[in-house]
């Protein structure tokens, strides 16, 4: 690094100052890159939060068609006894396959 004195003050060379030039503005492209990629991580968010938004949709849609199912106490009865379920497995399992008693029994032997 070559340096000259002028006067007691070290200055550095129009070399120097170039290289410094070329640092300073690699910074300042930098932060453009970075305010173009802030303005797509924003874009990301959004997409994520309407897709979250979509999915949380979607499944009270599926718990409202669930709750519309028909099921017998009788058969959460037996699958709570015989298989030793909670009382809301045995009703979920249920509505996830239309009341079928059996259908859901052979559910719970596949798992």
Known sequence: MAEEVQ???RTPDSKDQQQQSKA???LTDHVEERQLDSTRVQQAMESINARAEADR???RLKEKELAAVKISQEDVDIMVE???LD???AERR???HKGDAIAAIRSFLND
């Open 7 to 9: 006067d007691g003050v």
């Open 24 to 26: 300073l503005d690699s």
């Open 57 to 59: 949709h979607a499944q």
């Open 82 to 84: 015989e298989l030793e």
């Open 87 to 89: 009382r809301k497995v």
């Open 94 to 96: 249920l509505r996830e």
